[in-house]
């Protein structure tokens, strides 16, 4: 019987490679796709080659439609049928308030993380609805508590584009739940990755954990294991909801 197949964009590093570790732990064939750092998704591939998994690290930036038409041909072909997407790619630019803000960061905010993820989304829903002959799947969104909290005197730009995968989620969530495919979303919360270097900030989760009632930053492990729960037939109920992985934030 073949492994279930899911794939995770930006899934070299942080969150995007616990969550391909977790899957492939628990029997998914993982599609780890990476836009630069080819070295980084190779040793996530080989480290789950190793424990006895199957992955392929497929690189495509998925603000780019071709390089997402090639993604998803890839895994058709060298993976087999779709069950899983996880829109976990995504970008924030140095901290900036809004009156600093050019539009060339405008658009590569919200091309990566909010057209990104219904280009991935979409080829998704045409593998995997049954209404065009799919077997049905889950697809979960990665949003963020700043789509709640606003990003004030940051990432204005960066929340305004997971509020955007917010209204995304329930929307298609509604669109596809009678042709098989759940939609889900998880907002994370201040979480020890390196993405908080992109913002010219590397050691930010401990400059605010103590504004987070659990007192301390998240690892992508517990972000992970979010994902994965809705992924998994225990959420089979449950679409167009959020798991918010914040401390309490």
């Given at each position: 019987?073949?492994?279930?197949?899911?794939?995770?964009?930006?899934?070299?590093r942080?969150?995007?490679?616990?969550?391909?570790?977790?899957?492939?732990?628990?029997?998914?064939?993982?599609?780890?796709?990476?836009?630069?750092?080819r070295s980084a998704?190779?040793?996530?591939?080989?480290?789950?080659?190793?424990a006895?998994g199957e992955?392929?690290?497929?690189?495509?930036?998925?603000?780019?439609?071709?390089?997402?038409?090639?993604?998803?041909?890839?895994?058709?072909?060298?993976?087999?049928k779709?069950?899983a997407?996880?829109?976990?790619?995504?970008?924030?630019?140095?901290q900036?308030?809004?009156?600093?803000?050019?539009?060339?960061?405008?658009?590569r905010?919200f091309?990566?993380?909010?057209?990104g993820?219904?280009l991935?989304?979409?080829?998704?829903?045409?593998?995997?609805?049954?209404?065009?002959?799919?077997?049905?799947?889950a697809?979960?969104?990665?949003?963020?508590?700043?789509?709640?909290?606003?990003?004030?005197?940051?990432?204005?730009?960066?929340?305004?584009?997971?509020?955007?995968?917010?209204?995304?989620?329930?929307?298609?969530?509604?669109?596809?739940a009678?042709?098989?495919?759940?939609?889900?979303?998880?907002?994370?919360?201040?979480?020890?990755?390196?993405?908080?270097?992109?913002?010219?900030?590397?050691?930010?989760?401990?400059?605010?954990?103590?504004?987070v009632?659990?007192q301390?930053?998240?690892?992508?492990?517990?972000?992970?294991?979010?994902?994965?729960?809705?992924?998994?037939?225990e959420?089979?109920y449950?679409t167009?909801?959020?798991?918010d992985?914040?401390?309490?934030?």
């Open positions: 019987m073949s492994k279930q197949v899911i794939v995770i964009t930006g899934a070299s942080g969150i995007g490679a616990a969550t391909a570790h977790l899957a492939a732990a628990r029997g998914y064939a993982v599609c780890v796709n990476y836009v630069h750092n998704a190779e040793q996530v591939v080989d480290a789950i080659r190793q006895g992955a392929l690290a497929v690189a495509g930036d998925v603000a780019v439609e071709a390089d997402v038409l090639k993604l998803f041909q890839t895994v058709d072909a060298q993976l087999g779709l069950a997407l996880v829109n976990n790619a995504g970008i924030l630019e140095r900036m308030r809004v009156e600093e803000m050019d539009v060339a960061r405008l658009q905010v091309t990566t993380n909010i057209v993820s219904f991935c989304a979409r080829e998704a829903v045409r593998r995997m609805s049954t209404s065009l002959g799919g077997q049905g799947g697809i979960v969104n990665l949003s963020s508590m700043a789509a709640k909290l606003g990003g004030p005197g940051e990432y204005v730009d960066y929340a305004a584009s997971k509020g955007a995968i917010d209204a995304m989620t329930v929307g298609l969530a509604k669109e596809v009678d042709q098989g495919i759940r939609v889900n979303a998880v907002r994370p919360g201040v979480i020890y990755t390196d993405i908080h270097a992109s913002g010219g900030e590397p050691g930010r989760v401990d400059r605010v954990k103590d504004t009632p659990m301390r930053g998240g690892s992508a492990e517990e972000v992970a294991r979010a994902i994965m729960w809705l992924v998994s037939d959420a089979s449950s167009g909801t959020f798991i992985v914040a401390g309490g934030r």
